[in-house]
């Protein structure tokens, strides 16, 4: 079951469902978190996704790319998804799992559509024995977005103002990119969010060669593709 909920939304007064800890690993993601609270989108308005274990989250944004606000898979209640449900399957309502964000800023972010299945398999299992579910709120940008298949050289620019970065991955998430023999799987990741936004960020035009020499190979005999979304900002 898929629960979507639109309410208006302040990124600065908004803290995430579950945002990256301290560890070294998600320092970057914070940081890019704290960085996008000085945007809001064009219509302030966030969507709020609940899918019970099991379902699958489907995520969309027709006219703008997904970014991701904050997610968490567990349990934080005894009344969502508990239809048919034993009491000792909802007892737990201190069910976080810390990699929630991550998972989905990794597969969602800066898509037009994404799907995420709310099982252990994706997740892993952060209290055995619970019925979980998986709650996400993002919203929908309007920012541009450029793909830059493997081997090529990224011409990623602003006719006006300067270049600010949103998400990068170096993989491959979609078959239709960049079409290729080689493209068996849409669950390739790396994400370069942090590399790509210190080397553009603030600048007009930057140049980025999509090859594993300068991301090296997330994926093996995968044909990939090197995929940013970004907004022009007032210099």
């Not at 996400?136 to 600010?164: D, L, M, N, W």
């Not at 140049?207 to 995968?222: E, L, R, W």
Request: charged letters at 20%.
């Amino acid at each position: 079951m898929n629960v979507t909920l639109k309410t208006r939304f302040s990124f600065c007064s908004h803290v995430p469902i579950y945002h990256a800890g301290a560890k070294a690993k998600w320092s970057h993601l914070l940081l890019l978190l704290c960085q996008h609270a000085c945007f809001l989108s064009a219509s302030g308005i966030a969507k709020k996704l609940v899918t019970c274990e099991g379902g699958s989250a489907s995520l969309s944004c027709p006219s703008g790319f997904i970014h991701i606000l904050g997610a968490n898979y567990g349990r934080t209640d005894g009344k969502t998804c508990s239809a048919g449900r034993p009491s000792w399957q909802l007892s737990n309502v201190k069910c976080f799992q810390k990699a929630s964000l991550h998972t989905m800023i990794t597969r969602c972010n800066g898509r037009n559509s994404c799907s995420v299945s709310a099982v252990n398999s994706v997740f892993k299992d952060p209290c055995v024995g619970t019925y979980k579910y998986l709650k996400v709120s993002y919203e929908c940008r309007p920012v541009k977005q450029h793909i830059t298949c493997e081997g090529s050289k990224s011409h990623i620019a602003c006719e006006k103002g300067v270049i600010f970065v949103h998400h990068a991955n170096y993989g491959r998430r979609d078959l239709g990119k960049c079409p290729y023999k080689l493209a068996t799987t849409t669950h390739c990741y790396s994400s370069q969010t942090a590399r790509i936004s210190s080397r553009c960020n603030g600048k007009k035009t930057c140049h980025v060669i999509a090859s594993n020499s300068v991301f090296s190979d997330p994926c093996k005999n995968v044909r990939k593709y090197l995929e940013v979304t970004y907004s022009c900002k007032k210099a």
